[in-house]
């Protein structure tokens, strides 16, 4: 079965002298949860950025079922069903529940008020505040926003950065849960999360991150019962 993301050896970083990401390989197959866990620093966010198209690769190349996108922009990229939540600055504060929803339709504005309703319907919290603006959901609630704008394309791969951060342990589980469900009806995805053994929990295999290259890949339960990986990147 052709992968649906193939990342082969890619290096970038932020400026022309910069290399975060020093040879980097990551695969996702068709409906898959890929947790990406490391050290800080270790270039897993960079990672997410570069696939969205966000960074210019220096080499190495990134493809969707087969086609080479490494060169194509962030907009087609979208368009070809990829779809990024950044940890921060994810949503439109100021716009209403439901001006967010409509932005996050943006790429394929056909059939969104049909798509907005479904998604208010998978996620009632949001119906319940549609009205509101962004900037007066809780932390966990914002991301829940961001993750329904990312899935108002029908994204064959959701790329989640850190969604975690910041929340309280209550809200985090709820939205592990929220990313477990999504993941169960079929949508792959990568994510990059602090919270390590959260992720691995719900992930079906991971890939662990260290200086900018891929150290380990691997099913996400072994992984996480491996003694080594516990004590270097998991806190014992």
């Given at each position: 079965?052709t992968a649906?993301?193939?990342?082969?050896?890619i290096?970038?970083?932020?400026?022309?002298?910069?290399?975060i990401l020093?040879?980097?390989?990551?695969?996702?197959?068709?409906g898959?949860?890929?947790?990406?866990?490391?050290?800080?620093g270790a270039?897993?966010?960079?990672l997410?950025k570069a696939v969205a198209?966000l960074?210019?690769?220096?080499?190495?190349?990134i493809?969707?079922?087969?086609?080479?996108?490494?060169?194509?922009?962030?907009?087609?990229?979208?368009?070809?069903?990829?779809?990024?939540v950044?940890?921060?600055a994810?949503?439109?504060?100021?716009?209403?529940?439901?001006?967010n929803?409509?932005?996050g339709?943006?790429?394929e504005?056909?059939?969104?008020r049909?798509r907005?309703?479904a998604?208010l319907?998978?996620?009632?919290?949001?119906?319940?505040k549609?009205?509101?603006?962004?900037?007066?959901?809780s932390g966990?609630?914002?991301?829940?926003?961001?993750?329904?704008?990312?899935?108002?394309?029908?994204p064959?791969?959701?790329?989640?950065?850190?969604?975690?951060?910041?929340l309280?342990?209550?809200?985090?589980?709820?939205?592990?849960?929220?990313?477990a469900?999504?993941?169960?009806?079929?949508?792959?995805?990568?994510?990059?999360?602090?919270?390590?053994?959260?992720?691995?929990?719900?992930?079906?295999r991971?890939?662990?991150?260290?200086?900018?290259?891929?150290a380990?890949?691997?099913?996400?339960?072994?992984l996480?019962?491996d003694?080594q990986?516990?004590r270097?990147?998991?806190?014992g």
């Amino acid at each position: 079965m052709t992968a649906l993301l193939e990342v082969s050896g890619i290096v970038c970083g932020y400026g022309a002298a910069d290399e975060i990401l020093k040879g980097v390989d990551l695969q996702v197959a068709p409906g898959e949860l890929v947790a990406i866990i490391g050290p800080n620093g270790a270039g897993k966010s960079t990672l997410l950025k570069a696939v969205a198209g966000l960074l210019k690769l220096k080499s190495g190349g990134i493809a969707l079922e087969g086609v080479a996108i490494g060169a194509t922009s962030p907009r087609a990229r979208a368009q070809a069903g990829i779809a990024f939540v950044p940890q921060e600055a994810n949503v439109f504060p100021t716009m209403t529940v439901w001006e967010n929803l409509e932005m996050g339709g943006f790429v394929e504005p056909r059939h969104t008020r049909t798509r907005i309703q479904a998604l208010l319907e998978r996620f009632p919290m949001l119906a319940d505040k549609r009205r509101q603006a962004a900037r007066t959901l809780s932390g966990g609630q914002r991301q829940v926003l961001a993750m329904a704008m990312a899935l108002m394309v029908h994204p064959r791969l959701l790329l989640l950065d850190e969604p975690s951060a910041g929340l309280s342990p209550k809200a985090a589980e709820a939205l592990f849960d929220d990313i477990a469900a999504i993941h169960a009806e079929g949508t792959a995805i990568a994510m990059v999360e602090q919270n390590a053994l959260e992720a691995l929990a719900i992930a079906d295999r991971a890939a662990v991150l260290v200086d900018g290259r891929t150290a380990l890949v691997g099913p996400a339960k072994q992984l996480a019962a491996d003694p080594q990986v516990r004590r270097l990147f998991l806190g014992g």
